[in-house]
């Protein structure tokens, strides 16, 4: 029997029309939609003397095939096979399932001369899997015209349905079977879940006749998915004890506990932890409910994630035995702490450390700076990885050496290693870094040859192009990302116009950005109130400063500080400048002393001058600028007693100035 194809709308393969028999079908089935659920075939069993060893022979050539992804082969042997019974059929029309060419799984079950109720049930579950509303309704329409249907067809369409939000017609379907199992409920149950009714999911949870722990640890799971983890914790507590146990109820703790780790609730997920029993069996049947391998790595990762590393180590060496994830877990809980000699102490006990063991290693050294470890655990290793070879690449760049991650791009690249979207980040920084256009340019064009340009690339080439000094370049793409910027993509374009003085710009960009809703940060202030003192406008930074503070609950950071202080000093009100820094919450730094110094400079306050260059030369004493800027603001004036002494000052104090020099660049820039 023969169905012919027709066009599903929304389908992405071609689905099929029935023949008039099968139309009857439908028109019969669609009334009564309540066929019995029990396991059951549609056709008599096809068996024949053809089914000796030769025949089970080639149905474990075309399953072997199948399975070692040689579908074509298996198609080959499909077909030379003259005698083919249901079963055959069935394995090849689950290996075109399975890789989700349904066209071709339609065009075989079509011309099945027999089928059975696995052979409906792979189908609707194939199309069940493809997701998409077309696959859905290919799905429905086999399951009305099924002839008899067994408890998995109700439990996969339920599912089908459940998954994609379609829970009215899920719980018709539910309240429509003749029989259900416990796999039934917990379809229903995981639905109701998956689209966020907590109350309905527990309601029926409540009305269950026969739960086991995997329906248990299913509504834990699916709880806390939900945010309520307090409710998983009381069903937990409630329904456990009546539970089997095994290893579905030591999952459900599992899931708890790593779900407090997760909110940092950490004294909890031990309480949990200490109720599962380290060996202990349960009832009748010798059912074993007792910590897994997974509940000691779940305890030690809350420790390690909450920074307590003593306690998270006193859990690894109470276990029998540690896996790969036991020691990467503890490992990178050193890591975090910035513990690199405990880190490294237990790297060298680790029995086989794996790629992401080795890569743990070079983050950390890298983290803390020391990239002669970091590169020397780099090279070290056995096999690299794509995200070796990026941890490499941004430790070099973190660390400012430049030099250092361009070679290792490069090398990377002769390795045969393609870079990909979180190579190019730091790279683009590097550029930045050492402010080389050209270079940047370059890394631009590979990043359209090589990947699809997502967020953070798009910031790191607008922070680039921004820094280089091309802010026509970087406005391009800030405007083509268009409604996927986020407060990174706004800060790097303020604060490139505020650098190169487009003050204004970089004003309108902050209105703009608040406009959008998107909310600043102190990055963004910093930005915006140099831009204020770059274009003298005194009122409206102190303005922004009091935003800052009172609408968006910014604490003001010494660079706040310092940009306020340019802002009032370049406007010549240099005692309230000076006011400022009295009244600052910390000491000042080189930054806000050399504001008030500058200003001093362009104002001609000499008095003041001396102060602040007195303040600068002891917070920076190797530092000649205070030297030189008090010198000359008493030549200008006359003072040459005073002058004289600033130079013998810098002299005993063996200050030099450093020379000045140009640096133009040649490098084409198109």
């Given at each position: 029997m023969i169905i012919m194809p027709r066009v599903i709308r929304g389908a992405r393969t071609q689905s099929y029309l029935p023949s008039p028999l099968l139309r009857s079908c439908v028109s019969q089935n669609a009334s009564s939609p309540s066929h019995s659920c029990r396991y059951a075939s549609t056709t008599k069993p096809n068996i024949s003397s053809f089914q000796g060893?030769?025949?089970?022979?080639?149905?474990?050539?075309?399953?072997?095939?199948?399975?070692?992804?040689?579908l074509t082969e298996a198609r080959a042997v499909f077909d030379q096979t003259e005698q083919r019974n249901t079963k055959t059929w069935n394995v090849m029309i689950s290996g075109y399932v399975k890789r989700r060419e349904m066209a071709k799984a339609r065009k075989l079950f079509d011309e099945m001369p027999q089928r059975d109720v696995v052979s409906w049930n792979v189908m609707i579950s194939g199309y069940i899997s493809s997701r998409g509303s077309g696959f859905l309704e290919e799905a429905r329409y086999l399951f009305d015209i099924m002839p008899e249907r067994d408890c998995v067809t109700w439990n996969t369409v339920i599912s089908g349905y459940a998954k994609t939000g379609e829970m009215e017609e899920a719980l018709r379907l539910f309240n429509s079977?003749?029989?259900?199992?416990?796999?039934?409920?917990?379809?229903?149950?995981?639905?109701?879940?998956?689209?966020?009714?907590?109350?309905?999911?527990?309601?029926?949870?409540?009305?269950?006749?026969?739960?086991?722990?995997?329906?248990?640890?299913?509504?834990?799971?699916?709880l806390i998915q939900n945010g309520e983890i307090d409710e998983a914790a009381r069903v937990l507590v409630k329904c456990g004890s009546r539970c089997d146990g095994g290893e579905d109820l030591v999952r459900a703790y599992n899931t708890l506990i790593v779900g407090y780790g997760q909110r940092g609730r950490v004294e909890e997920a031990r309480k949990l932890f200490d109720k599962i029993p380290v060996n202990c069996d349960r009832g009748e049947g010798n059912v074993r409910f007792k910590r897994n391998i997974v509940s000691w790595n779940s305890m030690i990762m809350c420790y390690a994630k909450a920074g307590d590393v003593v306690s998270a180590r006193e859990i690894f060496d109470q276990m029998l035995e540690q896996d790969t994830f036991s020691w990467n877990t503890m490992i990178s809980g050193y890591i975090h702490v910035l513990d690199m000699e405990e880190a490294s102490n237990l790297f060298v006990k680790m029995p086989h450390p794996d790629t992401l063991t080795w890569n743990a290693m070079v983050s950390g050294y890298a983290q803390i700076g020391n990239l002669e470890l970091a590169l020397d655990f780099f090279?070290?290793?056995?096999?690299?990885?794509?995200?070796?070879?990026?941890?490499?690449?941004?430790?070099?760049?973190?660390?400012?050496?430049?030099?250092?991650?361009?070679?290792?791009f490069i090398q990377m690249q002769v390795e045969g290693q393609k870079p990909d979207r979180h190579t190019f980040p730091s790279i683009l920084s590097m550029s930045s870094g050492i402010v080389d256009l050209h270079l940047g340019m370059q890394i631009h064009q590979m990043v359209t040859k090589t990947v699809i340009p997502d967020v953070p690339i798009n910031n790191a080439l607008i922070t680039m192009y921004a820094r280089c000094g091309a802010i026509v370049e970087a406005r391009i793409i800030f405007e083509e990302m268009k409604l996927l910027k986020n407060v990174v993509s706004w800060n790097a374009m303020i604060g490139g116009c505020t650098s190169h003085g487009f003050a204004t710009e970089a004003l309108e960009l902050f209105k703009s950005m608040k406009s959008f809703k998107v909310l600043p940060t102190y990055i963004t202030f910093i930005s915006v109130?140099?831009?204020?003192?770059?274009?003298?406008?005194?009122?409206?930074?102190?303005?922004?400063?009091?935003?800052?503070?009172?609408?968006y609950g910014i604490e003001p950071r010494i660079e706040h500080f310092a940009s306020l202080v340019d802002i009032v000093g370049r406007n010549g009100r240099l005692e309230d400048a000076m006011d400022l820094i009295k009244g600052m919450p910390f000491e000042p730094d080189k930054a806000v002393w050399g504001a008030l110094l500058g200003a001093c400079r362009v104002h001609n306050n000499v008095e003041l001058a001396q102060v602040a260059a007195e303040a600068l030369m002891k917070v920076e004493p190797e530092n000649s600028t205070p030297y030189v800027l008090l010198y000359n603001m008493y030549a200008d004036v006359g003072r040459w007693d005073d002058a004289?002494?600033?130079?013998?000052?810098?002299?005993?104090?063996?200050?030099?100035?450093?020379?000045?020099?140009?640096?133009?660049?040649?490098?084409?820039?198109?």
């Open positions: 060893s030769d025949f089970h022979a080639q149905i474990k050539r075309i399953t072997h095939l199948i399975r070692t992804n040689r079977m003749p029989a259900r199992n416990v796999v039934s409920w917990n379809a229903i149950i995981s639905g109701f879940l998956q689209n966020g009714d907590v109350a309905n999911a527990i309601e029926f949870f409540d009305r269950m006749p026969g739960r086991d722990s995997a329906s248990l640890s299913a509504l834990v799971s699916g090279k070290r290793m056995p096999q690299k990885n794509l995200v070796s070879w990026n941890s490499m690449i941004a430790g070099c760049e973190t660390n400012k050496d430049y030099e250092g991650a361009i070679k290792l109130l140099s831009a204020c003192a770059h274009a003298g406008l005194v009122e409206e930074g102190r303005q922004h400063f009091k935003s800052m503070v009172n609408e004289n002494e600033v130079r013998l000052l810098m002299k005993s104090n063996n200050i030099k100035k450093p020379t000045g020099y140009s640096w133009v660049d040649f490098s084409p820039c198109g």
